[in-house]
């Protein structure tokens, strides 16, 4: 290869982006965010997440974006799906706990609002995000 050519090698290659969703459920109850006017898809209805940074494990992810997004302490459980966006970013599922005591409070910078929803008023709202749909789809 001559010295002014660049090698484009698999691991020289932009690596997929990763991100990670929280499942809470209580109730029969679902926890979902509508997304503030500052983030990507404004206004939609999804369950709390984002992106995995660099370093960092799926679990540690997740606590921290719920931190993040509706500053509560949770306590991951089980891996229970994985897709990928339109967009080709890897979405890992999890399942996670609450810690009790523990105050649901919106970032207005990442969150409009929090709901508890059942499953079915999920699926008939017309905000909901697609990735959203398809997991509750899933079975």
Do not use: Y
């Amino acid at each position: 290869m001559k010295q002014n050519q660049k090698s484009h090698a698999p691991s020289q290659q932009r690596q997929q982006r990763e991100g990670v969703v929280a499942v809470i459920e209580q109730n029969d109850l679902f926890l979902v965010i509508q997304r503030s006017q500052h983030v990507v898809a404004p206004g939609k209805l999804c369950f709390p997440g984002g992106g995995i940074e660099a370093g960092e494990s799926q679990p540690v992810a997740l606590c921290r974006e719920l931190i993040e997004e509706v500053a509560v302490k949770v306590n991951p459980g089980e891996k229970l799906w994985e897709s990928v966006t339109t967009a080709k970013t890897r979405i890992h599922w999890w399942s996670a706990v609450i810690i009790k005591g523990e105050v649901l409070r919106a970032n207005p910078k990442e969150v409009a609002h929090i709901f508890w929803m059942t499953k079915r008023q999920l699926l008939e709202h017309e905000d909901l995000l697609p990735g959203n749909r398809d997991f509750l789809n899933r079975n």
